[in-house]
């Protein structure tokens, strides 16, 4: 007899992965499949990715078929996990260097001025191009200061764009940029990973749908530049030399966002600590983790305290050591002689 519906909990991760409740339901349904029969209280280790144990099944004991709803959800104890080792949060855990967190914030903090309008008519629109090796915050960190800052925020992710049908994307763009000519509120305009729309002239081939795509981005970046909409486009790349030169044109305040060094890191692993101090004890030395992390981006830092934390919690460890980490790291990357001086 086949189940009707099964609900399955996820109660503890055995490798490390960004967990996806949908993509697991898949998974364990086709797991599931292969079992002579599933009954209620059923441990069952899904690959080298996870454990999970059946909490319900209508009737018990019962075969699962393509037919039956898969129900995942997520033991409280992965959910804290997950929601520890999620991105930037506040300003505060924005770890840039000073400099380039005042411009950004300057410049958002302009949109909000009541003579916005006016300056940008008599001296034009400044278009920010943040770039640099990914992982240091390029896309969250504007969002973040947007939103403490009480403006709006609009994001397009260039490369969703790409894959749509010839024709299509232009027309998406333009129609993104036509409601942002026409807002009245301050708004931060985010066109993420710009390059996927933006590549030089004489890489397209013949490819006119990629012609097309970036003329829709400089026209609709031209139209906003001649609207008095509070609207400050920003960019994100992770290599500038790729982004053709007439998009380049429209951004002329570049700031490479470099997150390196003893000092930043220092901050990048106080707050992951922290982070990892609601889940588990932490006790490590900064000074031995330090030097191992300093040409780390801060998003490989994220994955190397969530890597740790995963495995001492399932390991049955009450505190996280700097062993903890120094594993996670060779997890990651090897040896120290082995791994290269950057991370990309």
């Not at 925020?153 to 024709?167: M, R």
Request: include cysteine; hydrophobic fraction near 40%.
């Amino acid at each position: 007899m086949y189940a009707r519906k099964v609900r399955v909990e996820i109660i503890s991760l055995t490798r490390t992965l960004d967990l996806d409740p949908k993509g697991a339901e898949i998974i364990i349904r086709n797991h599931l499949m292969k079992q002579r029969e599933v009954k209620r209280g059923d441990v069952i280790e899904v690959g080298d990715m996870y454990f999970a144990k059946v909490l319900e099944i209508r009737p018990s004991p019962a075969k699962i078929g393509k037919m039956t709803e898969v129900e995942v959800v997520l033991h409280q104890d992965v959910l804290r996990l997950r929601q520890a080792y999620t991105s930037f949060r506040s300003s505060e855990e924005l770890i840039w260097p000073k400099e380039v967190k005042e411009m950004v914030l300057y410049e958002i903090k302009l949109l909000k001025h009541s003579k916005y309008s006016r300056l940008i008519g008599e001296f034009g629109r400044r278009g920010i191009l943040l770039y640099g090796r990914p992982g240091t915050g390029k896309s969250e960190g504007p969002v973040i200061l947007a939103r403490e800052e009480g403006v709006d925020t609009k994001e397009i992710f260039c490369t969703d764009l790409q894959g749509v049908y010839a024709g299509e994307g232009a027309k998406l763009i333009e129609m993104h940029f036509e409601e942002l000519t026409r807002t009245k509120r301050p708004t931060l305009l985010m066109l993420e990973e710009i390059e996927a729309l933006a590549l030089p002239s004489f890489s397209y081939g013949l490819r006119g749908d990629a012609i097309e795509l970036r003329n829709a981005i400089i026209s609709g970046l031209d139209r906003l530049a001649k609207s008095k909409a509070p609207v400050l486009p920003i960019a994100t790349t992770n290599n500038v030399e790729v982004v053709d030169p007439a998009v380049l044109s429209r951004f002329p305040k570049r700031i490479n966002v470099d997150v390196r060094g003893e000092r930043l890191m220092s901050k990048v692993i106080d707050v992951y600590s922290k982070r990892a101090e609601k889940i588990i004890e932490v006790n490590i030395d900064k000074s031995s983790v330090i030097p191992l992390v300093s040409d780390l981006s801060p998003r490989d830092v994220k994955n190397l305290f969530k890597i740790a934390v995963e495995k001492a919690i399932i390991e049955g460890k009450k505190v996280l050591g700097t062993e903890d980490l120094l594993k996670a790291y060779k997890m990651l990357y090897g040896t120290i002689e082995e791994t290269s001086r950057y991370h990309y």
